[in-house]
C-alpha cells in the first residue's frame, strides 16, 4: 500500500548517525544520499520493499512533528524490538510511552517499542509473534 515514508530533518547529519543506527539493526543499509534541485540534503534508506526518507525541509523552514502521527518498523524478534529502541537512545533519541515489552490488546499480543528520533518524529518496533 504504502511506498514510501519521509519525515523532516533540521539536522541532517545528526539524523543520519540516528538512523544509520536504528535501522541497521533491522538490516538496512548505507541511505542513498540526493541532493535535491533546491540544494537541500535527502537521505534514502531502502530494505525489504520498503524506502524511508529524510530531508532538510525544501522549503527553507523549520522541521515540525507530526502530532499524533506514528512511523512503525516491523522487526523480526522480541530482542529486536528492545535493541531498536535501546540503540535509538543511546544514538540522541528519547524514550516515550511504556517501556519496551509485550502488550496485549484487541489485535493480540504483541512486542512493542517507542522512541523520538532527535527531530521529535515518533517511531514504533513492532514484533507480533505467530
Request: aromatic share 6%; proline share 5%.
Amino acid at each position: 500500500m504504502l511506498n514510501h515514508v519521509m519525515v523532516g530533518s533540521n539536522d541532517i547529519e545528526r539524523s543520519k548517525r540516528f538512523y544509520d543506527a536504528v535501522l541497521g539493526v533491522l538490516g538496512a543499509g548505507e541511505p542513498l544520499r540526493n541532493v535535491a534541485p533546491s540544494g537541500h540534503t535527502r537521505l534514502f534508506y531502502r530494505h525489504d520493499g520498503s524506502l524511508f526518507g529524510v530531508t532538510e525541509p525544501i522549503n527553507g523552514e523549520e522541521a515540525t512533528v507530526g502530532n499524533g502521527g506514528t512511523i512503525g518498523f516491523k522487526c523480526n524478534s522480541a530482542e529486536q524490538v528492545k535493541a531498536f529502541h535501546d540503540v535509538g537512545v543511546a544514538h540522541g533519541g528519547t524514550t516515550c510511552e511504556e517501556p519496551p515489552g509485550l502488550r496485549e490488546s484487541s489485535l493480540g499480543a504483541m512486542h512493542l517499542s517507542y522512541v523520538r528520533d532527535p527531530d521529535g518524529n515518533k517511531l514504533c518496533a513492532i514484533y507480533r509473534p505467530q
